[in-house]
């Protein structure tokens, strides 16, 4: 309701500006003068309220009412004609400068927001997990004591190995948490990408073996050496190949591609899946927000986390192809 109620004031403004203009005529020089002045107040608040969209609307729909009128007073690039046609210009440079700053401004609302939020959770995870550790511990070491007094064959043997199993589910649940909610301390050295990669892939082995899914690695020749933190990174692409393979039909294939620039290394870690919906894609990155039954929703929160603290960012985009490619970007240096 709001948005309508700006649009409307916006044109409602635009429209009696115009008039104004064709109904005083060039009889009235001066407040013709000062109707042209109004027209930025429109595009200033269109710039202001929808951003760089918005203010350039607000300017070419002023330029198409306006224009007309100019062309029919036009008298052979007079002064009053340049100062119509510098107007004209500075209606859109206006429209820019004003999305632009707005534009800039609400990203850096929405970041602090986030930043807000994730710190509030963080410290929600933080008591939550370490309430939950001493008890989970219990369970499974009392678990395992009773196990040694149930014989095999037992009905009930079974149920504590459920047991066993759940708890250490939980157990991962709790680390997850934890490293979620703990701030990070890199250990950055220089490292080559291609032999964490490499060291990923053995680790993934036995999951793609499982699926029946083909884990395939493509490196640029001649990558320099990157200055990570090699646990974590190795983290952060474990995390998204198991992801990518889980994702994957099959008998298809998962991509892990590697190249650099000048400035950048880049990772993208290709699944030829069933993709992730635009809706999803604007979540993932949230904490607690899982597509997987068993998923605790914090795999990708914390990737993310490991990725900034390296000052890069990742990137979820469509495969062309059809699923999801995942791209990393960090420093080289």
Known sequence: MKEQLKVSAVSILIAGITFLIYYLGADWRYLHVLCRGLYFVPVMLAGFWFGVRGGLFASLAICILYIPYASMSWKAFSELDLDRVIDVVLYNMVALIMGILSDRQKVDQKIAQEAGNLAAVGKSVAAVAHDMKTPLMAIGGFTLLIKKYIQEGHPHRDKLDIILEETRRLENMVKDMLDFSRP????????????????????????????????????????????????????????????????????????????????????????????ITPDQRAEIFMPFFSTKKDGTGLGLPIVRKIVEAHQGKIQVISNPRGGTIFRIEVPTR
């Open 184 to 275: 990070l301390d890199l250990n950055r050295l220089a490292n080559n990408v291609d032999t964490i990669i490499k060291e990923c892939l053995d680790v993934v082995a036995a999951e793609a073996q499982k699926r029946k899914v083909q884990v395939r690695r493509q490196s640029a020749p001649g990558l320099s050496e990157t200055n990570t933190d090699r646990m974590r990174m190795k983290q952060v692409l474990i995390n998204l190949i198991i992801n990518a393979i889980q994702a994957s039909p099959e008998g298809e294939n998962v991509i892990i591609r590697t190249h650099q620039t000048k400035s950048e290394t880049i990772i993208e870690v290709v699944d030829f899946g069933c993709g």
